[in-house]
């Protein structure tokens, strides 16, 4: 062996533990690093200021200050110089309910707490078990008795008659009800080793990516009835909620397919290892974590079916959107639809902000790698 | 080969709880498994050790049909695996497996993992299961972490945990797939002493592990694999002494320092 180097050196030594040395911490040094840091920052940050300074005190004035709250008579909304919230407080029935019964609001009013409670009950993540999925479609069951009616004592109303946030909220509701188990079938139709059963599924997956969703509500309210037979007729509701729920599956399929791969082969052979049968590995198995994986991308097509729910308005259904608009229509109050449109606004951004910051709540614990 | 030819095997090895008759395996053009023969008595221990690649995974992954083979006939515990599902899952049952990176459900708890095998498959109540799963985390010696997830165990830990659920089906045959490959050195012979005492009590094994030590310790037969061919086999105090083939000798001088 040749000699060792002479060079290489470690010291040992019995070092106590402690804190790692504190850090530089103050507003003034935030300020420095973050707004003003090197002199084209400074620029967009003093622009971004001045732009702030010119909006903020007119918007304050227009939507506080000097805004009309509370009247019966749009003649005090001309009168003020601010936004007119009065002509929510005037329309609001109208405007969530469109053109449901107005004696049965009440129902509309069931139907969205039992809608919004499953929601937040969701979020929960004890509550996660196929129990849920059951739940789900009892509260479903339950909602489309309140709103048809024609049971119980309940006065019928068809659903020519729903309308506004209720028509919003159940479209919505029967989407993801129906369409997350269509989306898991597609993708393990697409993963199948069956080919028949592989080819349907990318077919349907295929064609209805490819087209937009506008389309197939007129296919759904437009051509469909064309091809029926004499006599039979489908409600309208109804074929643009499957035209919704087909659209929401071939986006979802494609999702879940994503969480599919991410599982490692060894989980598979585990499952066939201990004498699983394929709908025990998939149900116990596989899917759990798949989903778990895409949740937060799921959540995004989810946010994306509620929003598109206002597209149902061109068919001819009276979502919240459309009952708006119909709502201010009445001469008296047409001046004011910004208020009522900033009104609603206000509504899709409470419910989408909701399931934003739950998906990116979920994200988080991923991130951490926590058992979910 | 037939199934009258495989009937005629079983009466001609009638002791043997496996048997590998002529087994053929290509993955594509490659030819992974040939010609393998190999005959495992009940109660008996083989150990399988080879260069990567030569096949031994690809061997008892045969055993429970995790891979299919093409030619030749496999008979577990008196069936012959085919592809009927039933068949296979008749075979599963019977045999335990346990992987080189355990292959734990991670969205399960530890007793969880452990019972879903035998509640699924088998039908057994769950309270019967869970006492059952308790025992055998017992004598795999980590009953405190009943409750725990497999991501907040140690690599050896998880492989205790993934033999218990083998267990749990009362498999007549463990297969082994390099159990401790995949650990860090200090936790090798926690899991290697457990797999001495299951074979202490009698279990058949099957082992493809580089363990030297262990396969001389356990082993009634050791078996060299290299390209796909079963190049050696004889019992442990032959087999590392008196090594017969040139390649058996280089892997052994590459293997023990």
Known sequence: ????????????????RRLPPARERGVVRW????????????????????????????????????????????????????ACWAVVAEKYRVMLFGTFPYDQHWRGVLAILIIVGMGII??????????????????????????????????????????????????????????MPAAVFL????????????????????????????TVLFMASLMFPLFMPEGVTIDKFLRAQIGMTLFFAAYAAEVVRGGLQAIPRGQYEAADAIALSYWQKTSRVVLPQALRIVLPALMNDIIRAFKNTTFVSIIGLFDVLRATSTAIQDPLWVLYAIEAYLFIFLLYFVFCFAMSRYSEHIERDLARGRNL | MSESGSRDDLEGAPDAIVQMRGVHKWFGDFHVLRDINLNVGRGERIVVCGPSGSGKSTLIRCINRLEDHQEGDIVVDGTLLTPDIRKIETV??????????????????????LTLGPVLAQHEPQ??????????????????????????????????????RALMLRPKIMLFDEPTSALDPEMINEVLDVMTELAEAGMTMICVTHEMGFARKVADLVVFMDEGEIVEAA??????????????????????H
């Open chain 1, 1 to 16: 062996m040749t000699a060792r180097s002479a060079i290489s050196s470690a010291v040992p030594v019995a070092s106590p």
């Open chain 1, 31 to 82: 300020l420095r690093r973050n707004l003003f840091d090197g002199p084209s920052n400074t620029i967009l940050t003093v622009l971004a200021l001045w732009a702030l300074f010119v909006t903020i005190p007119e918007l304050v004035r227009w939507a506080i200050i000097d805004a009309v709250w509370h009247t019966d008579d749009p003649q005090r909304c001309r009168e003020a110089a601010g």
């Open chain 1, 122 to 179: 969701s979020a929960f993540k004890r509550f996660w078990s196929y129990w849920l999925f059951a739940a789900w479609l009892a509260a479903t069951a339950v909602v489309l008795v309140l709103m048809l009616g024609g049971v119980l004592g309940l006065e019928p109303v068809g659903t020519h008659q729903w309308g506004g946030l209720p028509l919003t909220l159940v479209m919505f509701l029967g989407t993801v009800v129906g369409g």
């Open chain 1, 187 to 214: 993708a393990l139709g697409r993963r199948s080793s069956l080919p028949i059963i592989r080819a349907l599924s990318i077919g349907f997956i295929e064609i209805v990516r490819g087209v937009p969703l506008i």
């Open chain 2, 92 to 113: 599963r049952r019977k045999v335990g497996m346990v992987f080189q990176d355990f292959n734990l459900f991670p969205h399960l708890s530890v007793i969880e993992n």
């Open chain 2, 127 to 164: 309270t019967e299961a869970e006492t059952r799963a308790v025992e055998l985390l017992e004598r795999v010696r980590i009953p405190e972490q009943a409750r725990k997830y497999p991501g907040q165990l140690s690599g050896g830990q998880q492989q205790r945990v993934a033999i218990a």
């Open chain 2, 235 to 256: 019992p442990p105090d032959a087999f590392f002494a008196n090594p017969e083939n040139e390649r058996t000798k280089l892997f052994l001088s590459q293997i023990l």
